[in-house]
Nanobody, 116 residues
């Protein structure tokens, strides 16, 4: 299992950008999937983006073309670059790591608010 800490959230105007970071401690090399999820008020947590065990990338349809996930192994960190933010992107964003034998770890979340 790994420990995850998110950062980079904040208040941004519609059309703006933010970059979220997820710093992992523990056995980073054991992580075979890295992801981001979000939870808006009154809604269930939903998938946003992931880097798969094979190095592929998956995105929710609602963020395709606007969000990019990437990882820097040397820093034990992965990121979510969010561009052209919309009101509906307002949520608490959580990073997620999956380690063998399919143990899912979560951070505490970082708030993203898109408002004019």
């Amino acid at each position: 299992q790994v420990q995850l800490v998110e950062s980079g959230g904040g208040l941004v105007q519609p059309g703006g950008s933010l970059r979220l970071s997820c710093a992992a401690s523990g056995n980073f090399a054991s992580i075979y999937a890295k992801g981001w999820y979000r939870q808006a008020p009154g809604k269930q947590r939903e998938f946003v983006a992931e880097i798969t065990s094979g190095g592929g990338f998956n995105y929710a349809d609602s963020v395709k073309g606007r969000f990019t996930i990437h990882s820097e192994s040397a820093k034990n960190t992965w990121y979510l670059q969010m561009n052209n933010l919309k009101h509906e992107d307002t949520a608490v964003y959580y990073c997620n790591a999956v380690t063998p034998p399919y143990v899912s770890s979560w951070g505490r979340g970082t708030q993203v608010t898109v408002s004019s």
